[in-house]
């Protein structure tokens, strides 16, 4: 494992999963860091390494679930608590207090659309397959096409109108956030999972497709979209292409 990384992130390894937010937010920041658990076990890497962290009594806050961010000293998990930590250190989010909240505001609103979306493929629970809450999954995926969806991305478009400025428009006014990126995979990944419906609901939120297009085309963010260290898409993620489910 490289020793000169200053960030190991631990995530499932084949996934994007929620470890993608936190991958996103390092890339665009160009920070050194290192995605422990898809190194190999002969360098400290493995899913071994993943358990024997989320496994550390000794810990001051045990981890229940990753992504969980290792900087020197600090452990930190959940998701929206590793960027809110982030945010600072990466320049990926206002200085002051009041936008620091602002923009945390708006991941845990992107966190609860990804669990519904998740939720969609396992409306019944989370540790049975799919195959076992199928027609469960399809009446989740009715409602959540046609009433969660809309709702939140009408949501995200109407914060993206009011921020509006000659420079673009961003979820906190006047500059690019980890919250921005975050939206940017939420859309990459209901694209992904609904194609049809995305593709019908898209000219209600140009703001939003118009921030992901400019997202993906920052220069670190598509070198990352174009390398191998961004896993494609695939049905064990949160985000699954099943075409019975896109109404
Ligand atoms: N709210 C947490 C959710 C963490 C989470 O659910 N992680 C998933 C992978 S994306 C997991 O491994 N869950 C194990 C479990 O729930 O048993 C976050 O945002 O980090």
């Not at 050194?32 to 810990?59: F, N, Q, W």
Request: hydrophobic share 40%.
């Amino acid at each position: 494992m490289g020793k000169a990384a200053e960030y190991e992130l631990y995530y499932w390894p084949g996934i994007q999963g929620r470890g993608e937010f936190v991958r996103l937010a390092l890339e665009e920041a160009g920070a050194s860091y290192i995605d422990v658990v898809r190194e190999s076990p002969a360098h400290g890497g493995g899913t071994k390494a993943l358990m024997a962290l989320l496994g550390d009594d000794t810990l001051p806050a045990i981890p229940f679930a990753p992504p969980v961010l290792k900087h020197g000293d600090r452990v930190i998990a959940q998701t929206a608590n590793i960027l809110l930590y982030l945010g600072p250190l990466l320049e990926l989010t206002p200085p002051d207090e009041a936008g620091r909240f602002a923009v945390n505001q708006h991941q845990l609103t992107l966190a609860d659309l990804v669990a519904e979306a998740h939720d969609v493929h396992h409306p019944i629970c989370v540790s049975l397959y799919y195959e076992d809450q199928k027609p469960e999954a399809r009446r989740r995926a009715a409602q959540f096409l046609s009433q969660r969806m809309p709702k939140f991305l009408g949501y995200f478009e109407r914060v993206l109108s009011k921020n509006r400025t000659p420079g673009g428009a961003y979820l906190q006014k006047g500059m690019l956030t980890y919250a921005d990126l975050s939206l940017a995979q939420v859309l990459f990944g209901l694209e992904y999972a609904f194609p049809r419906a995305f593709a019908a609901f898209s000219p209600k939120i140009p703001l939003s497709l118009g921030l992901r297009d400019a997202i993906a085309a920052r220069p670190r963010i598509r070198a990352y979209l174009d390398s191998p260290r961004r896993i494609p898409f695939n049905e064990d993620g949160i985000f699954r292409h099943y075409p019975e489910l896109d109404a």
